[in-house]
């Protein structure tokens, strides 16, 4: 099936510093890809979605200069944290869709 | 407006039980509903989707679920609970006439007791 990498698997960095994560859709290319944020012990909440070749569209309260999201080509898409600040620290998940909707193994960004 | 809900927290099953892990939903248009397993620190995987046809689909792991349209339930079911089944798990609704993302429910944490 369909394989969505996501790297990294997990970061630590410092408050302050920003943070890039890669999303490759493997064996397919999608126009469209997903970012999420997980909370500890809640539900996947929808931050933008990253549209090949165009902006990104935030969903609401998500701030776009902070959660940069560049969408090169057809196979990668990224999520930058700008200037980071530990209650960015959270689980990231990203997510492309093929026939159906595939996810990445997530990131899980600490920042201290 | 799409949502999901999850009513149970928890749920806990003896090994070789089966198990039932309940979801309801709201949408406007056609569901598409979906279920979704995650283990500690990683991300989602597919288990099964209801898009049209039968109402009882079948999916990986031995897992399968109902889609009932007057309950508005999409509830996930296994013959024999096993103790690697144990995870968090994820009901999700998409709107089929309109919507690309997903609406997750808050999710379910099934423990499987050996």
């Known amino acids: 099936g369909a394989v969505v990498s996501q790297h990294p698997s997990w970061v630590i960095c410092k408050s302050g510093t920003s943070v890039k994560i890669e999303c490759r859709s493997l064996?397919?290319?999608?126009?469209?890809m997903f970012w999420y944020r997980q909370f500890p012990k809640q539900s996947l909440m929808l931050m933008a979605t990253s549209n090949e070749g165009s902006k990104a569209t935030y969903e609401q309260g998500v701030e776009k200069d902070k959660f940069l999201i560049n969408h090169a080509s057809l196979t990668l898409s990224t999520l930058t944290v700008t200037s980071a600040h530990p209650e960015d620290s959270s689980f990231y998940i990203c997510?492309?869709?093929?026939?159906?909707?595939?996810f990445g193994q997530g990131t899980r960004l600490t920042v201290v | 407006a799409q949502s999901v809900a999850q009513p149970e927290d928890q749920v806990n099953v003896a090994e070789g039980n089966p198990l039932t892990v309940k979801c309801t939903y709201s949408v406007s248009g056609n569901p598409y509903l979906f279920w979704y397993v995650q283990y500690p620190n990683r991300g989602l995987q597919f288990l099964l989707k209801y898009i049209t046809g039968d109402n009882l689909v079948k999916g990986s792991y031995g897992f399968e679920a109902e889609f009932n349209k007057s309950q508005t339930s999409f509830h996930l079911k296994k013959p024999s609970a096993l103790v690697s089944d144990s995870a968090l798990y994820f009901c999700?609704?998409?709107?089929?006439?309109?919507?690309?993302?997903?609406?997750f429910g808050p999710g379910t944490r099934l423990s499987v007791l050996p």
């Open positions: 064996d397919f290319q999608a126009t469209t």
């Open positions: 997510s492309a869709k093929d026939r159906e909707a595939f």
């Open positions: 999700a609704v998409r709107d089929g006439a309109t919507g690309q993302n997903f609406v």
